[in-house]
């Protein structure tokens, strides 16, 4: 289906459809208030793509990918990248570093300094690359890699680990997770772009422009 064929808004039986329910529980969950939606003038529901993702995500529920393709924040996940350190001197180091090797790019830059932030972020901006640190405050790098490559609602991103712990054991835990990218401190950026690169398609989907976002600071 071609993005300018998508309807923008769902019935009660379309979502009962997706959900893989009867209609009249997909009305329950409405007039409950489970499910944010409004009424046409006729009396009919209608549910936002956004509004059922995030109902769909609260009962863990599979998200079709024609559907999430249909969120506004999944048009942003295609072109973000989330950096996620409490060292603010080096995640500001990369995220300049990133910013002008991607200029002209439609790379869109993310900062968070702490796990629970990394979470938030996560949920709302669905990122497609993860810098990740793994000494982090709150919640740490190690659970939050693991709960990102346990729940396919994260969007399953390319996650590229730097850390300063010489901890033979934490470079092991995360690559029994899948992470095929560790890199120990002092990062080398080059080093960083040259797997951002490789990992993407040479950056070639990056195509109009660059801009940091920076979380709280």
Not at 189 to 205: D, F, I, M, T
């Amino acid at each position: 289906m071609k993005k300018k064929d998508k309807p923008e808004v769902f019935s009660a039986l379309e979502v009962a459809n997706i959900c893989g329910v009867v209609n009249q529980t997909a009305i329950n969950w409405i007039k409950s208030g489970h499910l944010k939606a409004f009424a046409t003038p006729g009396g009919q529901y209608r549910v936002y793509p956004d509004d059922l993702v995030s109902f769909m995500k609260s009962r863990k529920m599979r998200i079709p990918e024609t559907l999430a393709k249909m969120c506004s924040c999944s048009e942003a996940g295609n072109k973000t990248l989330l950096i996620v350190d409490d060292d603010r001197g080096l995640n500001s180091v990369i995220a300049r570093f990133l910013q002008k090797k991607y200029e002209n790019t439609g790379l869109e830059i993310f900062q968070a300094f702490d796990g629970f932030e990394a979470g938030v972020l996560m949920t709302q901006k669905h990122p497609k690359v993860l810098i990740l640190d793994l000494d982090l405050p709150g919640v740490d790098g190690l659970s939050l890699c693991r709960k990102i490559k346990e729940d396919e609602n994260f969007g399953k991103p390319l996650i590229i680990v730097v850390t300063a712990l010489e901890d033979a054991q934490a470079e092991a835990s995360v690559r029994e997770l899948g992470v095929e990218h560790f890199f120990r401190k002092p990062l080398n950026l080059l080093e960083l772009a040259e797997v951002l690169e490789k990992s993407r398609g040479g950056g070639a989907q990056f195509n109009k422009f660059c801009r940091i976002k920076q979380v709280r600071g």
